[in-house]
């Protein structure tokens, strides 16, 4: 009872603010016709109970088989078989990630079915998917995090000097949007999970964190590589 009470204050924290400011921009300055602004209401109605009950299937079951899945997986002593894990698990929840899918979307209508939302979708996804598993390698090999990130970014940043400007910009909004709901909670209950297991009490804390960070740089490049593709 207490968790689902933590989850509406949650969900009230990250709606309120935002139906209070179109509110007054209605009142104030834009004005738009009544039926619009019932039509907001009602939306809103709507994402607050299917947020609500997202974080509830979030906090009762992603995190917790994240996390036992990546308490398990150091028991098998297969590094091979935790790294592919990793990838099909980082390949598997971007596909099902709803920010990920608006993205697509909106870059195809934009530039008019020249790049499709199902080629954008695959490679996000496999880009993601092959840091997830860099992700475990540097978990399971002791690699510094600095290291990865500072290769991972040089190599952005040269390899925007042969993409078309238009992809540079769509690169880096790939990167972010696959910070969303759905891959972030089980990705980073993973790596806490493996980190767990494979660290000592005493450095495994700061290893459980900078995976999602990692993982984000994983899209851009693949988006990056498409545009050298479609140049």
Known sequence: M???RDTFKEVA???????????????VFIQVPFEAVI????????VSL???LFLIGVNAGLLPIGEMIGRRLPSTKKAGFIIATGFLLGLAVTIAEPDVRVLAKQIEEVSEGTV?????????????AIFVALAMIRTIFRIPLHYLLIGGYALVFLLSLFVPEA????????????TGPMAVPFILALGIGVASVLRTEDDSSGEKFGLIGLASIGPIL??????VLFR
Do not use: R
């Open 222 to 227: 693949a988006v990056m590589m498409l545009g």
């Open 167 to 178: 992809f540079v910009s769509i690169s880096f909004d790939s990167g972010g949007v696959t």
């Open 39 to 46: 039509q907001f209401l009602i939306g809103v109605l709507f």
């Open 13 to 27: 924290a990250a709606i309120l603010p935002v139906t209070v400011v179109v509110i007054l921009l209605q009142l």
């Open 50 to 52: 299917g947020f609500f």
């Open 116 to 128: 499709s939302a199902a080629i954008l979708i695959l490679s996000v996804s496999l880009g993601l």
């Open 2 to 4: 207490e968790n689902v």
